[in-house]
């Protein structure tokens, strides 16, 4: 048989029974080549040019999956909407039924073939996910990751449920603590846990697990016990305002002391504090967005507390529409303010301006400026990805003011693993 020449390509795939719907892969991909539904994460084959950006920042490992495939017969995103797991590999008589010798090499685009996103005339083009760290800082603790994969679930119970909001209002943030027992469990600072809802979607299949970061540091919510916590936003309507229940969130804020819950995890290896003494971290944070910045600022008080504190400053910017939806406003003011330097911003008070986190940070510029010229300062985003671009342009901003080269400092930022962008 004669072999016609068939163009072969590596197409890279996500794997729907591992993927956590984290959001990290699309929001890296720096070509727009991911997408996805309410059910799976895809990407399109016409677009994906391999740079394997989004291969490292994905906590589970789900996104680094390949298929030999003929070009023509790549799998369409459509396709791969409708997939609760992966198809097998083509088999070498599939491939040569489909025209493709035994020896052919498959083609990976080269990085630069990247289309690069549109843009006005004369306005160039910012991309704030570009200076997001990849890496943990040099001297954050190593972390254990996907001990619980979605196939095999571990079991918590829980142990306290409160709303962390003012009562009273409409938009409640609730404040979660998941007991392990004698199961493993180990978390560090910023990184995550998903928790499966029971019971099944309206196609019938099991709900998959959602993301929560963890709000507790590394010894437990209580020290020494086998705990952990989650803020949890209870979700009873979508970014248009429309109503919508949110299955997940609505499960977690309903649970009762004693409950059952199925938990996979943990995740995350990058977005994790230093363990520096004299490192200095700046936290960027709106809404839940606030818990791995609850579990950071907890560490390190548990540490000044045992005289284990070297002097690294701890400045927080935290954002809310009002400050009866910020979660823990009334213990952030019991902190002292020798420890913790925290600035607010709420964008929907009543007879006030709107001020949003990257209002705040403008506003200490003078600060933020020496802070970026130490090389021990660590910057932490978390929070509804519309506010990662201000966030990001302030930073540059403020450098820029101070007479700094933000492409040098932003590149440091990056390669040192000390700007970490965590939005959803």
Not at 28 to 34: D, K, L, N, R, S
Not at 56 to 76: E, F, H, K, L, Q
Not at 311 to 328: C, I, S
Not at 384 to 390: A, D, H, P
Request: proline share 9%.
């Amino acid at each position: 048989m004669n072999m016609v020449e068939v163009n072969v390509i590596k197409q890279h795939l996500i794997d729907p029974e591992i993927c956590i719907r984290c959001n990290t892969c699309e929001a890296t991909c720096p070509v727009g080549a991911i997408t996805h539904d309410d059910r799976n994460y895809v990407v399109n084959a016409d677009v994906c040019n391999s740079c394997m950006a989004c291969i490292s920042p994905c906590p589970t490992g789900s996104i680094d999956n390949w298929r030999t495939m003929p070009a023509v017969r790549a799998y369409s995103i459509e396709e791969q909407l409708t997939w609760d797991e992966l198809p097998a590999e083509l088999t070498p008589e599939q491939l040569e039924a489909e025209g493709v010798s035994a020896d052919a090499e498959p083609q990976m685009p080269p990085p630069s073939a990247a289309p690069q996103p549109p843009s006005e005339p004369g306005e160039p083009v910012f991309n704030s996910a570009q200076y997001g760290a990849t890496t943990p800082p040099w001297s954050a603790a190593h972390a254990y990751t996907n001990l619980h994969p979605p196939k095999k679930p571990t079991t918590a119970t829980v142990v306290g449920n409160f709303n962390c909001t003012e009562a009273g209002f409409e938009n409640q943030t609730h404040h979660i603590v998941l007991d392990f027992g004698s199961m493993p469990f180990p978390v560090l600072e910023g990184q995550s846990l998903g928790i499966i809802p029971p019971g099944t979607d309206a196609n019938g299949k099991p709900h998959f697990a959602r993301q929560y970061s963890v709000a507790s540091p590394r010894n437990g919510e209580r020290p020494g016990y086998n705990n952990v916590s989650l803020t949890v936003k209870r979700v009873t309507a979508d970014y248009q305002g429309k109503p919508v229940r949110g299955v997940a969130s609505n499960y977690v804020c309903d649970l009762k002391v004693g409950d059952k819950v199925q938990v996979v995890g943990p995740f995350g290896a990058s977005f994790l504090m230093p363990n520096h003494p004299r490192s200095h971290i700046i936290m960027i944070c709106t809404g839940t967005g606030s818990a791995p910045m609850r579990a950071m600022t907890e560490w390190r008080r548990r540490l000044r507390k045992s005289g284990k504190f070297e002097g690294g400053k701890l400045m927080l910017f935290f954002g809310a529409r009002t400050q009866q939806e910020l979660p823990y406003f009334g213990p952030l003011q019991t902190l002292p303010k020798d420890f913790i330097d925290i600035n607010f911003a709420f964008s929907r008070t009543p007879g006030q301006p709107k001020r949003y986190v990257q209002d705040a940070m403008r506003s200490r510029a003078a600060d933020l400026a020496e802070l970026l010229k130490d090389g021990q300062s660590h910057f932490y985003v978390c929070g509804l990805k519309s506010m990662e671009e201000g966030v990001v342009l302030a930073l540059r901003d403020v450098a820029t003011e101070a007479g700094l080269d933000w492409d040098t400092v932003g590149a440091s930022l990056k390669s040192e693993g000390r700007l970490h962008l965590e939005t959803y």
